[in-house]
């Protein structure tokens, strides 16, 4: 009797010793599969210094849908002035990729070295519009009118593209010294349109797409292209410096896809062939 309770015993030892042997190979391939799945899921944060004419297409539909296609990637917008941002990246800002207003600012850039050359592409083209308040009751038509207007709101030409392909068609239109004496500058585009749209100026130039973008103001004159050599170009560029080269090449691709250039034209903006 005695043998057979050590048989028994001996019989209860070894199925627990198997139980817990397989528990021990479950947690280990538990473990392993879940630490494979997570080296799979890198975490990467772009920072996109871009133009605030671009902000809400970005925000709205450029930004999450490369978020969807690409899980673990975060990307920042950072907008303002191309000037500003072209000053910012010279004193370091630790942006990714460079969106401008203006192929100004990016040539700039690239010839201190500061954007890869090789990776700019010269993406949308754009126009410049007079606007008014939609609310306004004044019969005008033409950039001739801007001189009746009591404040005109324009870019600053020195930091704001925007500004400055303003003053280089008003003085092709011989326009200029008399429109800059009641103008006032805003900052970047997006300060001179709500400027007009608030109705603080009577009229202003800004972007068709920034004209598009709301139905407080109205469009009555589009910049003609004769007055400017070159047309409106936003180009794209990686920024040297950056520490996620390999996913902000993937972005500058994205944002030719044709997903995006539908994201673009239905704002307005004119891909540029």
Same mark, same amino acid.
């Given at each position: 009797m005695m043998k057979q309770?050590?048989?028994?015993?001996?019989?209860?030892?070894?199925?627990?010793?198997?139980?817990?042997?397989?528990?021990c190979t479950a947690q280990k391939t538990k473990t392993t599969a879940s630490t494979s799945f997570s080296s799979s899921e890198e975490e990467h944060h772009l920072l996109i210094a871009a133009a605030a004419s671009l902000e809400s297409v970005m925000e709205k539909q450029i930004i999450p849908a490369f978020e969807k296609n690409n899980p673990g990637t975060t990307v920042e917008g950072n907008y303002d002035s191309s000037g500003k941002l072209q000053t910012q990246i010279e004193k370091g800002l630790e942006a990714d990729i460079f969106f401008s207003a203006a192929t100004k600012q990016m040539d700039a850039l690239v010839s201190q070295?500061?954007?890869?050359?090789? +990776?700019?592409?010269?993406?949308?083209?754009?126009?410049?519009?007079?606007?008014?308040?939609?609310? +306004?009751?004044?019969d005008w038509k033409e950039f001739s009118d801007l001189k009746k207007a009591e404040m005109v709101a324009i870019g600053d030409p020195a930091s704001v593209p925007a500004g400055q392909y303003a003053e280089k068609g008003l003085k092709a239109l011989g326009l200029w010294e008399e429109v800059k004496a009641h103008a006032s500058f805003g900052t970047?585009?997006?300060?001179?349109?709500?400027?007009i749209a608030e109705g603080s100026a009577q009229a202003g130039l800004v972007y068709a797409t920034d004209a598009a973008s709301t139905d407080k103001v109205k469009v009555v004159?589009?910049?003609?292209?004769?007055?400017?050599?070159?047309?409106?170009?936003?180009?794209?560029?990686?920024?040297?410096? +950056?520490?996620?080269?390999?996913?902000?090449?993937?972005?500058i691709t994205f944002m030719q896809s044709?997903?995006?250039?539908?994201?673009?034209?239905?704002t307005g903006f004119i891909m540029n062939k």
């Amino acid at each position: 009797m005695m043998k057979q309770n050590h048989k028994v015993k001996g019989i209860c030892l070894l199925v627990l010793a198997c139980l817990f042997l397989t528990a021990c190979t479950a947690q280990k391939t538990k473990t392993t599969a879940s630490t494979s799945f997570s080296s799979s899921e890198e975490e990467h944060h772009l920072l996109i210094a871009a133009a605030a004419s671009l902000e809400s297409v970005m925000e709205k539909q450029i930004i999450p849908a490369f978020e969807k296609n690409n899980p673990g990637t975060t990307v920042e917008g950072n907008y303002d002035s191309s000037g500003k941002l072209q000053t910012q990246i010279e004193k370091g800002l630790e942006a990714d990729i460079f969106f401008s207003a203006a192929t100004k600012q990016m040539d700039a850039l690239v010839s201190q070295n500061l954007v890869d050359q090789k +990776s700019v592409v010269p993406l949308l083209q754009n126009q410049l519009v007079m606007i008014v308040p939609r609310s +306004s009751d004044a019969d005008w038509k033409e950039f001739s009118d801007l001189k009746k207007a009591e404040m005109v709101a324009i870019g600053d030409p020195a930091s704001v593209p925007a500004g400055q392909y303003a003053e280089k068609g008003l003085k092709a239109l011989g326009l200029w010294e008399e429109v800059k004496a009641h103008a006032s500058f805003g900052t970047n585009v997006t300060e001179v349109l709500n400027w007009i749209a608030e109705g603080s100026a009577q009229a202003g130039l800004v972007y068709a797409t920034d004209a598009a973008s709301t139905d407080k103001v109205k469009v009555v004159a589009v910049l003609p292209e004769d007055t400017l050599n070159d047309p409106i170009i936003y180009p794209i560029g990686l920024v040297e410096k +950056s520490k996620e080269k390999a996913i902000a090449e993937d972005f500058i691709t994205f944002m030719q896809s044709k997903e995006v250039a539908k994201y673009f034209e239905d704002t307005g903006f004119i891909m540029n062939k």
